[in-house]
Structures are given as C-alpha cells and as structure tokens.
C-alpha cells in the first residue's frame, strides 16, 4: 500500500525555538495533506488541511501563525511550530491521499514533539 | 457533522472474534462510515469503509444496519497484534477525505 513518512519521527527542542516536521507522500502523488496533533490519552485532532500550491486551511482554534504550514510539491507537506512551549509538547500525525476521495486515508508514522 | 458514539473499551481473547459496535443515529444519506486503527505509538491505520452495503477485506468485516444507524466492524480472529484503538468515523462526501476522529474503543486482546 501508499507510505507517508514523516521525519523526525520524535524531536525535543528548548522553549523559544522553532521545529519542522516533515510529510511525504512516498510513492503517490498528493494534492491533499491533513495534519493532526494527539495529547497522552485523547483522539486525533485535526489542525489543518494542507493544499499543494495553496494556503492551508486551519480548523478553528489553531493559531496558524503558531502552526505554519507549507505544501510546496506533491510529495511533501511541512509543520512548523514556532516559538514552541512546554504545551506545544504532542504526538503530529499528517495523512495523505491520492485523489479528492479515494476512500482510504494513510497516515504517516507520527513525530513526537517534547518542549523542555 | 454526524457524530458516532463507541464503547470506551473492550477485552477479547486470542483467536475470538470482535464485534465493535458504533451508534451514529444522525449520519446523513451521503456521509461514509471509515474505520480506523491506531497501534501504540503510531499513526492510525485504513481498516475499511462503506456507505449501505456490508463490506468485507482482509483485515475484516463491516456490517451496517439497514437504517445506517449504527454499524459493526467484525474482527473474525482477534490476534495479539489487533490490540488497538478502533475509531469509527463518518465522512460526509462533502469533506472529501477530511476525517473528524472521536473517542474510539480500546481493544485489550488476551492471548
């Protein structure tokens, strides 16, 4: 079946800075990227639809200036956290698809984000 | 959107099936009904997904009753490596392949 990769697959960083997570889409092209972020214990929750050679679409409540997303080719979509906090600290999740609605969803492996 | 409500949790033993239930008593005529599985630690994974019609693959089944009110992901084996949290979602064919994820029910398996 499809793989979407996400790297790192877990990143620490200290309070202030900046982490980009990575989405790819392995071996399909996708014009469609969602990314996801899970607490300890609690569902996914979806952030934003990410669209090739367009802004994203944040869910309400992301502050899309904190989450910056950029889906710049058909294979790859990126999260940054800026200026990440102790509670920026999660599990991201993106998921790719092949068309408009194939039905079937991949997601990628997760990247676990820890904010000292 | 259609919201689904699914047991918090559920046992099973090793090489039994698994019946999980999901109530979505306000899915509309054109929202899909999507399953799917996230081991610890990882990413959800497409279990199956249908709109009237029972489904089956080779991961399993799924029944959906005639009301489409509620329906049943059927694990006919249950192994080890099955222990998971099952999430039921509906995707109204609007959103494309946006998916809302609720709950979803833990599966303990006991070898």
């Known amino acids: 079946g499809a793989v979407v990769s996400q790297h790192p697959s877990w990143v620490i960083c200290k309070s202030g800075t900046s982490v980009k997570i990575e989405c790819r889409s392995l071996?399909?092209?996708?014009?469609?990227m969602f990314w996801y972020r899970q607490f300890p214990k609690q569902s996914l929750m979806l952030m934003a639809t990410s669209n090739e050679g367009s802004k994203a679409t944040y869910e309400q409540g992301v502050e899309k200036d904190k989450f910056l997303i950029n889906h710049a080719s058909l294979t790859l979509s990126t999260l940054t956290v800026t200026s990440a906090h102790p509670e920026d600290s999660s599990f991201y999740i993106c998921?790719?698809?092949?068309?408009?609605?194939?039905?079937?969803?991949?997601f990628g492996e997760g990247s676990r984000l820890t904010v000292l | 959107d259609a919201k689904t409500t699914q047991p918090n949790s559920m046992e099973s033993n090793e090489e039994e099936p698994v019946h999980l239930p999901c109530n979505h008593s306000t899915i509309s005529g054109t929202d899909y009904i999507h399953w799917y599985r996230q081991l610890p630690s990882q990413g959800p994974e497409y279990v199956i997904h249908g709109l009237t019609s029972n489904v089956n693959n080779r991961m399993a089944s799924l029944a959906i009753a005639e009301d489409r009110k509620s329906s049943t992901l059927i694990l006919h084996r249950a192994t080890l490596r099955d222990a998971a949290v099952y999430y039921c979602i509906l995707s109204p064919q609007a959103a494309g392949n946006k998916l809302t994820f609720g709950g979803g029910t833990r599966v303990l398996v006991k070898p």
């Open positions: 998921s790719a698809s092949e068309g408009p609605r194939t039905g079937e969803l991949f």
């Open positions: 071996d399909f092209q996708a014009t469609t």
